[in-house]
């Protein structure tokens, strides 16, 4: 799944490492010159529970302790929150720092709204309710996506949440 993301953004990375743990380190020449510190997780859509129409990551950090908060850090990397969606190729581009104080296998859901609307137009977006914007797209367009996402840009593509 790492090597998926790696391999999905092209020439724009200089280097990656880690790419066996979470997170994992890209650094990348466009759309600005930065090392992302990347927490990807598989996006799950289990029955029961929650809406049908909606997806999950649990996020779970090495070295999160039981009933402990955690933030994600603020150093010189930029951190990036993203779901992956095996089988269909896309992945979900999420603000890290919109989810503060979370504790071990915290739920971040997200609709299928926006998974369908990357593979329809390529890029969708939606913002949530929590106002996190959130961006979608299919590996072909992940370089585009994570530039949207690192220049704070929302796509003309939005899903109305």
Known sequence: MHRIFVDSLGDAVKHSWDLEYRPFFVEVTRPIETTLEVYMFPALNPPGGRCAHEYKINILLQGHKPRTKMNFPVNDNYP??????????????????????????????????????AMEQGIACMTKLNNEVVIASTASLLPKALELRLLDIKPNYEIPY
């Open 80 to 117: 990036i929150l993203v779901a992956y969606v095996d089988g269909l190729d896309v992945f979900v581009l999420l603000d890290a720092y919109s989810h503060k104080d979370f504790t071990p296998n915290t739920n971040v859901q997200f609709k299928d709204d926006v998974i369908l609307g």
